[in-house]
């Protein structure tokens, strides 16, 4: 059985700098994505010669933010690369904590990892890139969304795949087709509490990210192919799974991890 590939967003935090050569000299997992990189951007930095208000709305940021935010977008085909596990930062890769891993497990997280991205369309984990700033979700003058523009291109980079953990927010799961995987994973979080007197499922928003990089370091360590392999999923949170709420539909089987409150 092929191991699961895991697909992840990128952080909107990003660490800064680099000491790797540019992203177009350096080698990548998926050189077939080198032309159509390049067009988006392109679009990016035509996109960034507009007024501050227009830039500012495009990167989805505050004004103060938007010139820092240009000049990173401004410089990405000559700029230094970080691998993206050490250039995406925040709370879902803070949890995955990759420096942490074991050698063998940061070797299935480099192979199993696929992190969606609006101006890379997927990287790797060990893939060199540049600081940017680019939502899946962003209108481009000219372009349009990136989602729609990597469909087709991503759909294909991932057809025939066995198992796939889609672990996508829908703004990057936009970006691709999943009828063309076997098997098909979604996790959702939920805190089973008390209100008005009854017991009630509700979805988790603050915490999803940090509960997802978790799930991660669960999913290569165990090499888990299937729901029920998450009977043994231990979060510090008290998240376990609820087999009683997996509903499956077609070849998507969405799966719950419940936490009592």
Known sequence: MPSPLI????????????????????????????????????????????????????????????????????????APTL?????????????????????????????????????WGVVRPTDPIPDYKLKMGASLPGFGKPARFWKPILTNQLADT?????????????AWDPAVVRRRMRVRFLDDMERDGERRLVAVSHWNKLLKGSLVRFVVGVQADDPGQLVDFEHPEGYVYDPSLTVTSGRTTDVALVARR
Do not use: C
Request: without cysteine.
């Open 7 to 78: 697909l992840l967003p990128p952080s909107e935090g990003k660490a800064a700098g680099g000491d790797g050569a540019p992203w177009n000299e350096a080698g990548q997992s998926f050189p077939e994505l080198a032309a159509p990189r390049e067009e988006v951007v392109a679009a990016l930095a035509r996109a960034m010669k507009g007024s501050v208000d227009a830039r500012s709305k495009i990167l989805g940021i505050g004004a103060a933010r938007t010139a820092e935010a240009t000049a990173a977008n401004l410089t990405v085909g000559s």
């Open 83 to 119: 691998p993206a596990i050490g250039r995406y930062t925040g709370v879902l890769y803070d949890a995955l904590d990759y420096p942490s891993l074991p050698a063998p497990l940061q070797r299935r997280v480099d192979m199993q990892v696929i992190i969606f991205s609006g101006l």
């Open 162 to 174: 066995e198992v796939v953990w889609d672990l996508l927010p829908n703004e990057h799961s936009a």
